[in-house]
């Protein structure tokens, strides 16, 4: 089985701090995809990020960045100098080959303030 | 470029009626497709897949069928709604690799009465 967990409910910041976003998963395969989406209060989920399990360098996009660390099972996201319109829901997913599904976590809604 | 479409946007139906979501990709061939829904408190929930025409993957028992009458297009229905069947339901779609990214539709808010 495997499973994804956002222990981060709700974050509120404000405008221009940074904020990471933390996601932890379990599987017991070895070749797997994380991956991060954003969830604006329009509601469509807009895709940032997949990362493969073999690959585990940093990658900056931006004010976004990622930090996968096997060891740790946890792959969490930096928003650097957030933004008002960095507010939403955010949700870390997982996927195996032996669950053939995407698992996504509770999601954490991150409030940036002005 | 791939877009993905679903209709209505918003849909306010009675215990009992039927329902019937669409949801249509376009720029793309033989995607793999998707049905979650999300009720509140943000959890989303796989309901079906969708490897090809015809091909149909249930997720969890539910109120609920999909059907994929043509490559690009996934139909969510069910012929009596239940209170517990309000939600925000959306479609998403990816190529037929199935582990790589999958793209989502706008969604539908449907509220039972």
């Known amino acids: 089985a495997q499973k994804v967990t956002q222990a981060q409910t709700e974050i509120s910041v404000v405008e221009k701090e940074d904020v990471t976003l933390d996601c932890v998963y379990e599987t017991r395969d070895t070749t797997y995809y994380l991956f991060w989406y954003k969830q604006p209060p329009s509601g469509e989920l807009v895709f940032l990020i997949r990362?493969?399990?073999?690959?585990?360098q940093n990658e900056i996009s931006g004010r976004y960045s990622w930090n996968f660390q096997k060891s740790t099972s946890s792959f969490n996201f930096t928003i650097t100098a957030s933004q008002v319109v960095d507010s939403a829901v955010y949700f870390c997913?997982?996927?195996?080959?032996?669950?053939?599904?995407?698992?996504f976590g509770s999601g954490t809604q991150l409030t940036v303030l002005p | 470029s791939q877009t993905i479409h679903q209709w209505p946007a918003t849909l306010v139906q009675p215990v009992g009626s039927p329902l019937s979501l669409e949801c249509t990709v376009e720029?793309?061939?033989?995607?793999?497709l998707y049905w979650y829904r999300q009720a509140a408190g943000r959890g989303l929930q796989l309901l079906f897949y969708?490897?090809?025409?015809?091909?149909i993957s249930s997720e969890v028992p539910q109120n609920l069928s999909a059907s994929r009458p043509q490559d690009r297009q996934f139909i969510l229905s069910s012929k009596k709604l239940l209170l517990s069947d309000s939600g925000f339901y959306l479609c998403?779609?990816?190529?037929?690799?199935?582990?790589?990214?999958?793209?989502f539709g706008p969604g539908t808010r449907l509220t039972v009465l």
């Open positions: 720029g793309t061939s033989n995607p793999n």
């Open positions: 997913a997982l996927y195996s080959g032996s669950a053939r599904q995407l698992t």
């Open positions: 990362r493969n399990s073999f690959d585990e």
């Open positions: 969708s490897v090809g025409i015809g091909q």
């Open positions: 998403a779609w990816s190529d037929d690799r199935g582990y790589n990214e999958q793209f």
